[in-house]
């Protein structure tokens, strides 16, 4: 790609594949894949949409990799979440893009279904601006919303997904004997 801004990604895409319709990037650091899902579902639940594009992207750059050190959050060892010695985060560049559509559309098209998005929701604790609240309440928060747009409960999690950096505000966010209470109790 020419420029590394953060709406080359969905630009490029758009044009290449001679996409019409909304175009979006959401910037909002690990989330942002996530909450483009989230916003693609809800252009497909309004009727903006039959189907849509949406996940996330990240490429390295000299702005990213030298962020990353200049919090210290950077570990050449690699990431080992929720170890003893963890030291911080690997960088690397990742792409996920899933194709999103109505049941209805999916249906009439012979598509296989191979997954349902139900539910979604995203907080901000406003703790820091690099550093979630050690008591992970946002997240915890933001897990119970998800539910009840997605109609379940608690009982209904088999799986919970960890953000998982391997630094130590991160990892004591997410301790997984907090989220094991909570899916439990």
């Known amino acids: 790609m020419r420029f590394h801004e953060c709406s080359t990604p969905a630009a490029t895409i758009a044009h290449e594949l001679k996409l019409f319709g909304m175009q979006s990037t959401v910037s909002n650091a690990c989330a942002s894949g996530s909450n483009a899902l989230a916003l693609a579902r ?7 949409a039959d189907i849509m594009l949406a996940g996330g992207v990240d490429s390295l750059s000299r702005l990213t990799v030298n962020g990353f050190n200049s919090l210290l959050v950077y570990d050449a060892r690699g990431c080992r979440p929720f170890d003893r010695y963890r030291a911080g985060m690997t960088l690397g560049e990742g792409a996920a893009i ?3 559509e109505s049941e209805d559309h999916a249906r009439a098209r012979g598509a296989k279904i191979f997954a349902r998005l139900t539910g979604a929701a995203s907080t901000c604790d406003g703790y820091h601006a690099t550093a979630p609240s050690p008591d992970g309440a946002s997240i915890l ?3 119970r919303l ?3 747009d997605a109609g379940r409960d ?3 999690v088999d799986y919970v997904n960890a953000h998982g950096t391997g630094t130590r505000e991160n990892d004591s966010s997410e301790e997984i004997d907090a989220m094991t209470k909570w899916v439990v109790a």
């Open 42 to 48: 809800e252009c497909i639940q309004s009727g903006e």
């Open 98 to 100: 899933l194709v999103l």
């Open 141 to 143: 928060k933001a897990m």
């Open 146 to 148: 998800a539910l009840t």
């Open 154 to 156: 608690k009982g209904d």
